[in-house]
């Protein structure tokens, strides 16, 4: 897994490339600690170009979302593929109001905009 950071309207993304289980799990949990410190919030993730998640991967994400809920931010995940976000319905992360799912970066922008009115 690698990962790296873009921007969106002032906004940091950090972009996962690859998968996010056991084997990049320190990675991952690694890069999303360096990236809240930096004061991050709220907490987007792309995870366009990651095709598969274990257990590894959501601790690191349970773990990005109780950060973000201790701040009164949330963690937003966008472009999961299907198999990611049925994955993410199932383990009870979208009923959680700190976690929010979007398809498309004008969806994210959408949701600022609203949160900054």
Request: proline fraction near 3%; glycine fraction near 8%.
């Amino acid at each position: 897994m690698e990962l790296q950071e873009r921007r969106l309207d002032g906004l940091n993304i950090m972009v996962a490339h690859g998968d996010a289980d056991h084997a990049a799990v320190d990675v991952f949990a690694t890069a999303m600690g360096r990236f809240l410190a930096e004061g991050n919030l709220p907490t987007i993730l792309d995870l366009a170009d990651c095709d598969l998640m274990d257990s590894g991967g959501l601790s690191v994400l349970l773990e990005v979302l109780r950060r973000d809920k201790a701040a009164q931010s949330w963690l937003g995940i966008v472009g999961a593929n299907p198999a990611l976000h049925r994955l993410l319905e199932l383990v009870g992360f979208v009923m959680d109001p700190a976690f929010r799912m979007f398809d498309s970066d004008q969806e994210v922008g959408a949701a600022l905009e609203a949160q900054a009115t």
